[in-house]
């Protein structure tokens, strides 16, 4: 079924079983408020709650710049994903428009896959911070790499259910962290009001030096900083359960990314002020560190409960929209037809779930918060930087309906500022770059099994065919 083709809500029939032998269609269950909800609690959580310490160590108490920074980064790419969801609703994301621009089936499943694996490993760093420091405020008697399995399991088992119980709980659980933003940034008005903190941290930069020295070390927290941004790239693997797509994405999102910018530039700040930089670094769990230097007598054990409630709500949607990629790339040929299974009786891809499940298992196996962090963000900068190419060379190729059409420059400077992130002049740690290294591999080691599968295939096809015709 072509983009144009793609059903609308009042095309779409009410749920009901699938005939036997059939593949269901997704259940088109979100609307406006839904999405909008869905996008800020896609952004917010592990990022600002677990790595805020790890960027402010970077930069030193300047902390809110990288924040502010990544900010304008990501509006600039959001606008060119909001172009393209609105031209080819479908659930693909990014493969897709990469497919569409480039019609490189080999550099389509990389960027799937790269795609895919950012999701996992945000997930992984969600699970990480689950069992770290914020959990220590309850408990220490589970190893917590025990914890974060067990975690990942239980998200697992609330993805099968289904999207609408994945969506209502994604909609508590943003609600819960957008109060402990709420308790920070109260906090930090109280600290203001009463004199307390120490401004001149604001403008202190940890990185030495000046000039290319000091850009790299600002480039670096940038870099790290923009894994709280990550997210709104997800969305729009949801296309095929969102009523009426190119009408409601772009609300969403860029209503998503304004308010979040907002929040994190605040809450940097507040960070800063309050509490020293190398204090923020040590922790895993900062935000924490924040509510006890406050001046406010506001249980630390409450809000470190909330702060397990946002890491939470990150995994769960980060397993949500891997497993939706899985089900895209199936439908678009990429990997084999059976990622695409849909369980009848609940409509969710249970293959697609199981399958990243068990890859995110072995990552919260084997990483740790910053390096899985560090990972996810630079996984997703390379993806930026196609899909901004892409969202200009498919300019080329109009569709007969109405969508969201960013100005030209906008592509342009979303595609040269991802690349200055992704590349060296970040000064990320070596590991990022052999742990993206070896996704990578595996990625291509994939690509060539598929291709003999389906080599395979049709040779057998094509032999039964000439018998057949004998």
Not at 322 to 346: D, Q, T
Not at 363 to 382: H, K, M, R, W, Y
Not at 398 to 425: D, E, M, Q, W
């Amino acid at each position: 079924m072509s983009a144009s083709e793609t059903p609308t809500a009042s095309d779409t029939p009410a749920p009901a079983p699938a005939p036997p032998g059939d593949t269901p269609e997704l259940k088109r269950a979100l609307g406006p408020k839904l999405l909008i909800l869905f996008v800020i609690g896609d952004i917010l959580g592990t990022g600002i709650y677990a790595t805020t310490g790890q960027v402010a160590g970077r930069v030193g108490g300047a902390l809110w710049v990288p924040f502010a920074i990544g900010f304008v980064v990501a509006v600039l790419t959001a606008a060119s994903y909001v172009e393209l969801v609105g031209k080819y609703p479908k659930a693909a994301g990014a493969a897709l428009y990469t497919q569409k621009a480039f019609k490189v089936p080999f550099l389509t499943f990389i960027v799937a896959f790269m795609v895919m694996c950012s999701g996992l490993s945000s997930a992984s760093a969600a699970a990480r911070a689950f069992s770290g420091d914020y959990l220590a405020e309850f408990t220490d008697a589970v190893p917590p790499t025990l914890i974060a399995i067990l975690f990942i399991l239980a998200l697992a088992a609330l993805n099968l259910r289904g999207v609408s119980e994945s969506v209502k709980t994604n909609v508590v659980l943003t609600l819960v962290e957008l109060s402990g933003l709420a308790i920070i940034l109260g906090i930090g008005a109280y600290a203001v009001m009463s004199g307390d903190g120490e401004p001149s941290r604001l403008t202190d930069f940890e990185a030495s030096g000046t000039g290319f020295s000091l850009m790299t070390g600002v480039l670096g927290a940038t870099a790290l900083a923009f894994f709280a941004f990550v997210g709104f790239e997800d969305s729009v693997n949801m296309a095929e359960e969102t009523k009426d797509p190119s009408r409601t994405f772009p609300r969403a999102i860029f209503i998503g990314v304004t308010v979040t910018g907002t929040i994190y530039v605040l809450v940097a700040l507040v960070s800063s002020l309050l509490v020293d930089h190398k204090t923020l670094e040590g922790s895993s769990g900062p935000l924490l560190e924040v509510v006890k230097a406050g001046g406010v007598d506001f249980p630390p054990k409450l809000f470190a409960l909330i702060a397990l409630f946002a890491v939470t709500n990150s995994a769960l949607i980060n397993i949500m929209m891997a497993s939706r990629l899985c089900y895209g790339m199936a439908n678009e040929r990429i990997l084999p037809k059976a990622m695409g299974r849909v369980l009848p009786a609940r409509r969710t891809p249970v293959v697609g779930i199981v399958f990243v499940s068990v890859l995110a298992i072995g990552l919260v196996s084997t990483g740790e918060i910053q390096g899985l962090g560090d990972t996810t963000a630079f996984l997703l900068l390379c993806v930026f930087f196609v899909v901004n190419v892409a969202a200009l060379v498919l300019r080329r190729d109009p569709v007969p309906h109405k969508h969201f059409r960013a100005p030209t420059i906008v592509p342009v400077l979303g595609a040269i500022t991802a690349l200055v992130l992704a590349s060296p002049l970040a000064d990320r740690a070596a590991d990022v770059y052999i742990r993206a290294g070896v996704l990578l591999a595996i990625g291509i080691a994939l690509w060539a099994v598929n291709k003999l599968v389906l080599k395979a295939r049709s040779e057998e096809h094509a032999k039964t065919g000439g018998e057949v015709t004998k």
